[in-house]
């Protein structure tokens, strides 16, 4: 096996044990990068020069015995997540120049932890949209069919991850921006539990639904980055001071004892591919042979999921979008010579189409005379469709579904359509609107040969029941070892 196809663990493992260095990991990486990112376009930014210097340090680490699962270990961040000294866009021109001055936690636990930060990662511009083509610099490309879409916000992660260009990747999940692209690129990726790990130097998107998670080639290698970033933040006050458990520390005894909720609502969803019902079917059934319980669960408030995230996300969005006036920071329209006119300019300018539509839904839903209407009606049915969530658990102890209704569509199926982009959703935006987590784990692949994913959900903090699922499930089924055709 080649050094840049390794998993997390299995290099982690070789560094240890002196088989190789991290300095010949990175490079490998770099090399890989070279070799295929002109045809993916997954990396906006890559720190060639400052990889290897913190692969040295790695080395020096690890040569003193004080390494950690992650130290030497190549990874790539999604570009919303600030990293001292290194450019941070959130795919926009309007931060096309932007370097912050601090790191994010999650980026200083994994340098804490000795990992090796290979570059920024393409994405939706300001994580809005599912597809990774409403960057403001490049579109990204899925490595299983160069012609399909990654899915979003995070597809430059997941591809980055598919295609061998990073042993791993973080990425944000607003309304399935981890999953989605995970099921899309044939990678493992989990939304943790709104609160488990800081947002302090995200981005935000929308505050309320915003997390930041993981992408690996497999379940363990997401176990190892979630081990590392969550936790904890004072600087973050949402960040909620549960204990965190082990969650690399995934029994291997089956699944005997453990019940599956299959939602009644999810086999009647409209514009399912039955391909994606079929590679679901199997997969309950192959985790009904580990031992797993299924017993049907009700979300009966399922059909009101979409409305009600269109309206919370994009009114969140205009607020905190609000700050890139062209005082501050970022982009400014010196053309301008009027106050007003500036502030217009620049941001007309600055944010792509799909960033200023999501923007002005989002003003109009706040406004005078339709607040009521619009963004309390949609925080009403968000309080029942989390309430759905905790009936179903009180019967099963976790949730099984699709991921995404259809595998991942060709580029420019949805650019002028955003409805339908919209309602690829679907599956996957009520875990962010309840708070709690899921996670997307390979489960099969089209006639095309797409990967499909399978979503599973559970309580609040429950993350290390869904890793051992997903772990039993995907030892069986072996998916996560096929590579593509790049």
Not at 265 to 293: C, F, H, M, N, W
């Amino acid at each position: 096996m080649k050094l840049h196809e390794l998993t997390i663990e299995q290099a982690s493992g070789l560094l240890k044990n002196k088989k190789i260095t991290s300095v010949e990991l990175t490079q490998a990486v770099l090399d890989r990068i070279n070799e295929v990112d002109d045809k993916v376009g997954a990396y906006l930014t890559v720190d060639s020069e400052g990889a290897l210097a913190q692969a040295n340090a790695a080395d020096k680490r690890l040569t003193e015995g004080h390494a950690a699962m992650l130290t030497g270990i190549p990874l790539g961040i999604k570009d919303l997540m600030c990293t001292r000294g290194l450019r941070t866009t959130c795919a926009s021109k309007i931060l096309e120049n932007f370097v912050p001055p601090y790191d994010a936690t999650v980026i200083s636990r994994l340098k804490e932890a000795g990992a090796v930060i290979v570059g920024k990662l393409n994405m939706d511009e300001f994580a809005m949209g599912s597809t990774t083509e409403h960057s403001g610099f490049q579109v990204t490309r899925n490595p299983w069919n160069l012609d399909r879409i990654p899915g979003g916000s995070s597809g430059g992660s997941a591809a980055a991850v598919a295609a061998d260009m990073c042993l791993g990747a973080l990425g944000s999940d607003t309304g399935g921006s981890i999953r989605q692209p995970a099921s899309h690129c044939g990678v493992v990726g989990i939304k943790p539990t709104y609160g488990r790990v800081s947002r302090f130097g995200l981005v935000a998107f929308a505050s309320s639904l915003d997390q930041i998670g993981p992408l690996g080639k497999c379940v363990a290698d997401c176990a190892i980055l979630l081990d590392a970033i969550a936790g904890y933040d004072r600087k973050d006050s949402t960040s909620v001071p549960e204990p965190v458990p082990t969650f690399l520390n995934i029994a291997d005894d089956g699944l005997s004892g453990v019940v599956l909720g299959i939602p009644k609502e999810y086999g009647t969803t409209k514009g399912i591919d039955p391909q994606v019902s079929e590679a679901v079917g199997q997969a309950i059934t192959t985790i009904e042979s580990l031992g797993g319980r299924c017993v049907e669960v009700s979300l009966p408030h399922t059909e009101h999921a979409v409305a009600a995230y269109y309206v919370i996300a994009p009114s969140e969005a205009s607020s905190n979008l609000a700050r890139y006036d062209g005082v501050k920071y970022g982009y400014r329209d010196k053309e301008q010579t009027d106050l007003l006119q500036m502030y217009r300019s620049t941001r007309s300018k600055g944010f792509g189409l799909e960033v200023q539509r999501r923007i002005i839904l989002g003003t109009y839903t706040l406004s005078a005379g339709y607040y009521d209407a619009y963004y309390r009606k949609a925080s009403q049915i968000r309080t029942l469709i989390k309430q759905d969530f905790q009936n179903a658990f009180a019967s099963c102890d976790a949730i099984l579904s699709p991921v995404a209704p259809t595998p991942a569509y060709p580029i420019g199926e949805t650019v002028d359509d955003p409805l339908t982009m919209y309602l690829s959703d679907i599956f996957t935006l009520s875990a962010n609107l309840a708070g709690i987590p899921g996670i997307s784990v390979p489960c099969g692949f089209s006639k095309e040969g797409l990967p499909i994913g399978l979503q599973i959900m559970g309580s609040h903090f429950s993350e290390s029941t869904l890793f051992k699922i997903a772990d039993q499930f995907e030892k069986t089924a072996g998916i996560f070892k096929k590579k593509p055709p790049l």
